[in-house]
Structure formats: structure tokens, C-alpha cells
């Protein structure tokens, strides 16, 4: 059987602060990734992130993964690409297999940095090749550099709808609308206002009401949604696309943390069904963190920070840190954090982070 | 089609120096890249027909959580062309239904 | 109220005055002068820390709208490139007699060439006129943010805040 100290399950940006972290407090440290390239969603980010100085505002995303590969490898930390974690065991057992072959991993702590998924969106038609989340289309024209398809539906109007429309008209296709089923755009202005100058239109209270081709998308209908969320009849519009993207919301990717019989509650403003955690990012299992998107959705920049307050919590219940070392670092991150909970965007995230932090209160003492 | 030049990305790196064969249909392949991309990059984008009305099914999620890409690549079925790389020769078919495992 | 950008992405005149990011008409026609387009609230300060005239401020909490004073700021440009967003342009309505000249962050392929004519959209894609390309910088410390300034007829200043190049559209 495999050991480690610390085992990170997931190479996005809270699994590689959580591995940078934890490996420079002297943790032996594994850091296990499904796709066989680390970085998550921070390698499809190419645009220039949002927040302060300290989040790394200004910055690509891109830029910023390129620097956390580089310390991964100088802390020598143990990475394991292409590798699934099946499944957990006893809450600090892993299977973990590569290439075929599995093994068991034993690890004092376990950090699940498992991210989301993207939300399916059925409507006639959906199940056509060039129907595909957007962040598939992300990851096909920033990682893998191929377009979808040239004539792209956009459905979902929110910052991953947006940030990808932006994203394809840089890779060179065409984006022919931007759909909302919302009376208004859920994502920045600053996002809609760079595609609306660059002659996409937004169609808010639309939605899609069928996709036809005969083996793959060949055109959409879309059609206008009253406050109901009803399709008016009369309202269809034909659009001639190759390719629709959905892009209307994620969901946090849990398997493990359910295997694990962690204790969950449904946070809406957080994308579902979330683990339940401390301010030490602790599940109701003693041993096992959660981080950034499984543990509720929000974006990289507080993932990372996430990542960090997991890693220092676990190194610190290991003896790595003191707790007054282990103290000063998690409020120094609660506090670069704090700015993205705030304002008309951040505040519903907090509120849920709260009521999280609240549920899990119920449980101390009885896990 | 494949994005040779980006503003952000600049000029893509790898070249189509390998071929797959795809239903007997041999395509270019940039090593390392993964099967759909390949297969989108020369336009195809049925990927397998499902076992109950043969519907076309392809790319959907693109990280392999959905299984919507899956084809049967060198014999073995219900490989996830997604986040399978390519490999020079490899055998690729439209897998239709649950595929065979061709020992 | 009709349109507005929370609903189309496009800012509407009046949503636009409202802004403390946009200088007043008066400091316009006195020469090149940003224009910080930034119109909610999100979590986002590069741009303060950019201006070494101290001529922007969004201050704490971070998610504040970016004020812009007028009277520091002396158009030289360098905020275009910080703003994530690519909310911020240079205007210069006294450019010629009868030129005004717009700022814009470009993040496409083809690059505009100096000298070339392109076509000039509004806030809605929309083309509005036509437009001469009369710089276009791309440092690399400008992180692959190029800024492109072209003149336009005098009284499209304030409108014009995009660019398409003529005949085909990208690639």
C-alpha cells in the first residue's frame, strides 16, 4: 500500500495551493489528477483575473498555473496525472488507479479538491453532437486548440456564458447569441459589454426550444420566456449554428465526499448539494478537507484560498505548524477571501458559506 | 478546424505529425492531443450511436464525466476519447451500443 | 426601464453619466482623458494601483466603482491594459479640427496596422462610421493586451468603442 502525509485529490487552483502548501510545511504530499494535465480551470482561464494585488489581479490565469506547476515540482511534491481516485475507504483509505492498474493509498490527511460539473440543460434536440457544456468548448479551444464548430448558441448569460463567448471569438469562431431564460445578465457588465461591442447580441428571457440537424446541430430555435419561465408562443426565431453551448450553472462534484459519509446540506447560492465543513474547511470526517468549487461554487480565486486554509489546517492537525502559526495563516486567507463575499455578487455566497459552517456545528462532538 | 495562431495563446505548439484511423479512415493527429480532439479537428463529430435507438451521440462534457464520447479505440470499448491522448496508429471506431471487447 | 446593460450588455447614455469613472464633458474637450466604463460592483482594483497620477480610485472595500479624478489624470493610457475587465479607454476629442481619437484594448488576431481603415462599432457592435488606425502598441508588458487608437470623425468620440476590421470579421 501506498503513504502519504497529505493527499490532495484534484490539480485545479485549491488542489495545487493545497499541495504547495502543505508539501512547503514538510508534508509528504501527493497530488492526485484525473486529466492528465494539472491546472483544472485555471489553465482555460487566458483572461486577466479580477480582485486585488494579493489574489493575483491582473494576472492570467494561465500565467498563475504556469507558477504553481513550477513550485509543485521544486517542493517535490508526488504527482500522480491521469489518475482517478475510484473510491474512499475507512475515511483515510484511497484506490487509486492509472493506466489500468489500481493501488491503495493510504493518507494521514485528505484534502478533496474535486471541483464541479457543469449542469446539463434538456430540451429536444440536446443530445446532438455540437451540443456541449461551455466549458467543454473552453476546454477544446484553450487546451486542446480546436474550434467546436464555427457558428456558436451560447445559452446561459452568467460569467462562464459570457467568458466563453469572449473566449471563441478569440479562438476565431462566431458567436451568434447569447441567451438568458433570466430577465437580466447574471455575469459582470464588463464581460457582456466586451461581447455586445464586439456585435454579439444578448437575448435576456430567451431560451433554447429545440436543436435540429439531422447527425449533429445544424440550427436552433429560440424563444422568448415570460416571468412563468413559459415559452410564448409566436416568439421563435431561427438561428443558423453549428454548435450550442450551455453554460447554466455547476454543480459540485462530491462522489468521494458521499462515499465517505460525509454529512451534506443543499446550499442554492452555492450550486447544490454541498459537504458540510468548518472554518478549517474539516468535513463531519475527522482526517478529510474539502476545497474550492466540490465545496461550494464560486471561482479560482477563492478556491485557492480555500486550498491553502485545507492544507494549513491539515498540516497543523498533523504537528507540521503550531496552531498559533496555523491561526495567523488561515486569517490572513479569511481576510484576502472576505473581499470576494462582499457586494451584490459575493453576499448569497457568504450567506451560504455561514449557513454551512452553522450545520456543521450541530455535529461537533457527535462524529 | 484547428486554431493555429491566438492573440493570448500565440501560435499552437504541437503539429499533426502522427495519423489515427478512424473507421478505416486515416486522420492527422498532433501527439499528444486527445482522440476527440482529433476527430472534431477533422470534423467529425459522431462519435458512437446509443444502444437502445442507435441516436449520435459526441463530445459533451469534455473531462470526462459524462461518457458521451466514449468510442472503442485498439479493441478495447467505451474508451473516453476525451481524455484519452492519441498514439501513432491507433484504432478508432463508431462505437455502437455498449461496443465489444475484442480479446 | 428599456434596455439598460443589465439587460443587453450595453450601457445607455444615462447609465453612463451616472458613472464616476467618466470625466465631465468639460475636462473632455480639454484633451485625452480616460474613460472607465465599470459599472458594478464586483471585487476588482488593478486599475487604481495602475495609475501613477494617482488619478483613480476604488479604495475599501474593493468592490467601489472606480472614481475617476478628471484633473490628475493626463491621458496617458497606461490603465487600459491593467482594467481585467477592458473597461477603459482613452478619448481625445480634440484631437484635429475635426478628429477625435478613441483608445481601445484588443485581445484578437489580426492585429489593426497603422493606416488602416477599419470600421468603427458603438457600445452595441454596431458601426457607426469609419475609422483610421493611427497606433496600435503591443509591449510585451502589456501581457498580450494591445491597445489600438484610431481617429473618427469629432462627434463619434463618445460613441466609439470597438473596431471591426473591414471586409471579413476575424481570422
Known amino acids: ?367 | 478546424m484547428r486554431i493555429e495562431d491566438h492573440p493570448i495563446l500565440g501560435p499552437a505548439k504541437g503539429e499533426a505529425t502522427i495519423e489515427i484511423e478512424v473507421d478505416g479512415r486515416k486522420i492527422p493527429a498532433v501527439p499528444g492531443e486527445m482522440i476527440s480532439s482529433a476527430l472534431i479537428a477533422a470534423g467529425i463529430k459522431v462519435f458512437r450511436r446509443t444502444h437502445g435507438k442507435g441516436e449520435a451521440r459526441g463530445y459533451f462534457c469534455g473531462i470526462g464525466q459524462c461518457t458521451d464520447c466514449m468510442m472503442t479505440v485498439d479493441n478495447m470499448p467505451s474508451i473516453r476519447t476525451c481524455i484519452t491522448p492519441v498514439k501513432d496508429g491507433m484504432k478508432i471506431k463508431t462505437q455502437s451500443g455498449h461496443g465489444k471487447w475484442e480479446v | 426601464m428599456k434596455g439598460g446593460f443589465k439587460s443587453t450588455g450595453i450601457l445607455t447614455a444615462e447609465e453612463l453619466r451616472g458613472l464616476p469613472g467618466i470625466p465631465s464633458e468639460k475636462r473632455a474637450a480639454e484633451g485625452t482623458v480616460a474613460v472607465i466604463e465599470c459599472a458594478e460592483e464586483f471585487p476588482c482594483d488593478p486599475c487604481e494601483s495602475s495609475c501613477v497620477h494617482g488619478a483613480i480610485i476604488v479604495g475599501r472595500p474593493i468592490t467601489n466603482l472606480p472614481h475617476l479624478k478628471e484633473d490628475l489624470c493626463i491621458g496617458c493610457g497606461e490603465c487600459i491594459v491593467e482594467c481585467p475587465g477592458l473597461a477603459i479607454f482613452m478619448m481625445d476629442l480634440i484631437y484635429s479640427e475635426n478628429e477625435a481619437t478613441v483608445s481601445i484594448p484588443y485581445e484578437f488576431l489580426p492585429l489593426p496596422r497603422v493606416g488602416e481603415k477599419v470600421e468603427a462599432v458603438d457600445r452595441s457592435g454596431t458601426v457607426i462610421t469609419t475609422g483610421r488606425v493611427i497606433d496600435v502598441k503591443n509591449l510585451p508588458s502589456q501581457d498580450r493586451t494591445a491597445v489600438v487608437t484610431i481617429a473618427v470623425p469629432k462627434e463619434f468620440g463618445w460613441d466609439v468603442r470597438g473596431l471591426q476590421l473591414k471586409g471579413e470579421k476575424d481570422l
Not at chain 1, 484511497?94 to 485528505?110: F, N, P, T, Y
Not at chain 1, 460539473?117 to 434536440?125: D, V
Not at chain 1, 466586451?194 to 436543436?211: E, F, L
Not at chain 1, 472554518?279 to 474539502?290: I, N, Q, R, S
Open chain 1, 1 to 367: 500500500m501506498l503513504t502519504t502525509d497529505v493527499a490532495v485529490v484534484g490539480a485545479g487552483p485549491a488542489g495545487l495551493l493545497a499541495a504547495v502548501d502543505a508539501a512547503k510545511a514538510g508534508a509528504k504530499t501527493m497530488l492526485i489528477n484525473e486529466y492528465i494535465e494539472p491546472g483544472g480551470q485555471l489553465t482555460k482561464q487566458i483572461h486577466k483575473f479580477f480582485g486585488s494585488e494579493e489574489h493575483k489581479a491582473g494576472i492570467r490565469g494561465i500565467d498563475i498555473a504556469a507558477k504553481l506547476f513550477k513550485e509543485i515540482d521544486e517542493l517535490k511534491v508526488d504527482k500522480r496525472m491521469a489518475t482517478v481516485v475510484w473510491s474512499i475507504f475507512h475515511s483515510n483509505i484511497l484506490g487509486i488507479a492509472h493506466d489500468g492498474k489500481s493501488e491503495m493509498l493510504r493518507a494521514h490527511k485528505i484534502i478533496l479538491a474535486t471541483g464541479a460539473s457543469e449542469n446539463a440543460f434538456a430540451f429536444p434536440g440536446w443530445t446532438l453532437p455540437g451540443v456541449m457544456g461551455a466549458g467543454a468548448a473552453q476546454t477544446l479551444i484553450n487546451l486542446q486548440r480546436v474550434l467546436p464548430g464555427q457558428r456558436v448558441l451560447m445559452v446561459g448569460a452568467g460569467n462562464v456564458g459570457l467568458i466563453v463567448a469572449y473566449q471563441l471569438l478569440q479562438a476565431g469562431a462566431e458567436v451568434v447569441a447569447v441567451l438568458d431564460a433570466l430577465p437580466y445578465i447574471g455575469g459582470y457588465s464588463v464581460h457582456s459589454a466586451k461581447i455586445a461591442r464586439d456585435g454579439v447580441p444578448i437575448w435576456t428571457s430567451h431560451t433554447v426550444k429545440k436543436a435540429h440537424g439531422r447527425e449533429s446541430v445544424e440550427g436552433a430555435t429560440v424563444v422568448k420566456v415570460d416571468k412563468q419561465w413559459e415559452l410564448i408562443p409566436g416568439t421563435e426565431r431561427e438561428l443558423e449554428v453549428d454548435t450550442i453551448c450551455i453554460a447554466v450553472g455547476l454543480t459540485p462534484l462530491t462522489e468521494l465526499a458521499w462515499l465517505a459519509k460525509c454529512k451534506f446540506t443543499w446550499v442554492p447560492a452555492l450550486g447544490g448539494y454541498v459537504p458540510l465543513y468548518d472554518d478549517k474547511m474539516e468535513t463531519t470526517v475527522k482526517g478529510l478537507y474539502v476545497a474550492g468549487d466540490c465545496a461550494g461554487i464560486e471561482e479560482a480565486s477563492t478556491a485557492m484560498e480555500e486550498g491553502r486554509i485545507a492544507a494549513i489546517s491539515a498540516v497543523e492537525s498533523l504537528g507540521l505548524i503550531t496552531q498559533q502559526r496555523a491561526y495567523a495563516l488561515r486569517a490572513a486567507a479569511y481576510e484576502r477571501v472576505k473581499e470576494f463575499r462582499i457586494g451584490p455578487f459575493g453576499e448569497m455566497r457568504d450567506q451560504g458559506k455561514r449557513f454551512i459552517w452553522r450545520e456543521r456545528e450541530k455535529y461537533e462532538g457527535r462524529v
